[in-house]
């Protein structure tokens, strides 16, 4: 199995499209589908690596989201979890058992919190993302005199 570095940056560009290509780079489709960014309610986005649920690896840590990808490629958050267990094996299986009973079909997994205390920031901060995300932004209370 070898090694593969591989620029965020350039993946950024590739989804925007055309530019990239007149730049002498094609568009590799795996390679743009692989990643997908999140964002949180602090404006911060994350990078997920996308799997589908069936060929997902055993996992040791990180943030994960169960989402259900349509036929137009729209995805929804089904739902939003840190791995838990030091067992990439207990922690695969608990991923696609919830992702079957909620009907996922892709798993997204934010590897780059280093402790469990940052961890627990990005999964706060992605689940109140998407909370604001259904939910529109909140109006102001009114009161009256």
């Given at each position: 199995m070898g090694a593969r570095i591989i620029q965020l940056s350039e993946i950024r560009a590739l989804?925007?499209?055309p530019a990239c290509?007149?730049?002498?780079?094609?568009?590799?489709?795996?390679?743009i589908e692989r990643f997908h960014f999140w964002g949180g309610a602090s404006e911060r986005r994350y990078v997920h690596t996308v799997y589908?649920?069936?060929?997902?690896?055993?996992?040791?840590?990180?943030?994960f989201i169960?989402?259900?990808?349509?036929?137009?490629?729209?995805?929804?958050v089904l739902s939003i979890g840190r791995l838990l267990h030091a067992s990439g094996s207990l922690n695969l299986a608990e991923i696609r058992q919830r992702g079957a009973n909620l009907g996922a079909n892709?798993?997204?997994v934010h590897l780059l919190a280093a402790t469990d205390h940052e961890m627990k920031l990005v999964e706060f901060d992605l689940r109140a993302g998407q909370l604001a995300a259904t939910t529109g932004p909140m109006s102001p209370t009114q009161t009256h005199h």
């Open positions: 989804r925007r499209g290509e007149t730049q002498g780079r094609k568009p590799e489709p795996r390679l589908d649920l069936l060929e997902c690896p055993e996992l040791s840590g990180g943030t169960l989402a259900r990808r349509d036929e137009s490629g729209r995805r929804e892709e798993v997204h």
